[in-house]
């Protein structure tokens, strides 16, 4: 079948189930076409709170999923692969939070939305990239125990040096946004191509960029340049083309997440047909997971 075949059953099936799609930034250009909604990880949440249709059907990560099925429980969300997932998020387990807080009982816990439902339960809010310095910000407490990327970390920190972040746990990253090299963004500079990067980038990334965004905001930014280079998975190119066609946007080509990749036009159909791929979280996680997130959704 086609892309052009396949489309049209998505849209057909799309209104016979009342469905509606929400697509990650990082998906690929034919699943933006059937999406209703496109954004970052926050905008994703925000709209499957307030979501009417009885079908949720998230393409991109688990955990956009559960995050969906917490903040709004009587909707079915659905995922076209339920096996992608986020191997940053696995990072982190609720007993390496709990040693943490035995460690530090003082601290506030922010855990970022690229975690699993059960580490959400037992935090005192989650964050993601687009509002991680407002939800840590937030807290009265100065030491602000943080999982699990040391990258989005350490930039907190940066932002924010009146706190004390405590990072766990060692070593969690997202292996994507390891891939770019500072040289290449030096390079670009002397050109005159502006640099916007994630702050799941490291250390050595982010210094050397122009502006450090979620992907919800590096849509926004994309505007106000002509020529960008893009630290963050490669789909964020096809997207940012997709909003601003006449501008130009370079990256690595190979910063690809693979679980990110796993939803096709096929596995649409076919979850849509079927009404498959369903996404739950345990009942006894349910009730924290939700307040650490409504804490999140609530924060100015
Ligand atoms: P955003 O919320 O900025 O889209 O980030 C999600 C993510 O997984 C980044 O790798
Ligand atoms: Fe997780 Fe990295 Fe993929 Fe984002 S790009 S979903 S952080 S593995």
Not at 127 to 155: E, M
Request: charged share 25%.
């Amino acid at each position: 079948m086609t892309n052009r075949n396949l489309i049209a059953d998505i849209l057909r099936l799309k209104s016979e189930k009342k469905a509606l799609i929400l697509a990650h930034n990082y998906q690929l250009p034919e699943i933006h076409a059937v999406a209703d909604i496109i954004g970052d990880s926050l905008e994703l949440a925000q709209a499957a709170r307030k979501a009417n249709e009885p079908i949720l059907v998230l393409c991109g990560v688990r955990f956009m999923a559960e995050t969906a099925h917490i903040l709004n429980p009587d909707k079915k969300v659905l995922m076209p692969d339920p096996d992608a997932g986020c191997p940053l998020a696995d990072f982190l387990t609720p007993e390496i939070i709990r040693k943490a807080k035995e460690q530090y009982p003082e601290a506030a816990v922010v855990v970022y939305i690229n975690s699993t439902a059960a580490c959400k339960a037992v935090a005192d809010s989650v964050c993601t990239s687009g509002n991680a310095v407002r939800v840590v910000r937030s807290f009265p407490h100065k030491q602000i125990i943080f999982g699990p990327d040391t990258n989005l970390a350490s930039y907190v920190q940066s932002v924010l040096p009146e706190k004390e972040i405590i990072p766990i746990p060692d070593g969690g990253h997202c292996y994507v946004h390891m891939r770019f090299d500072p040289e290449d963004l030096r390079e670009v500079k002397a050109a005159g191509i502006a640099v916007m990067a994630h702050p799941e980038c490291p250390v050595e990334i982010r210094v050397l960029a122009d502006y450090i965004a979620s992907t919800g905001r590096m849509a926004e930014i994309a505007r106000t340049r002509s020529s960008w280079y893009i630290c963050t998975e490669r789909g964020m190119l096809d997207r940012l083309s997709e909003l601003c066609p006449d501008q130009s946007f370079i990256g690595r080509e190979d910063a690809i997440c693979a679980d990110m990749k796993k939803t096709t036009l096929h596995e649409l159909v076919r979850c849509l047909r079927d009404l498959s791929g369903e996404v739950t979280v345990p009942s006894e996680v349910m009730e924290g997971a939700r307040r650490s997130l409504e804490y999140m959704i609530n924060v100015p």
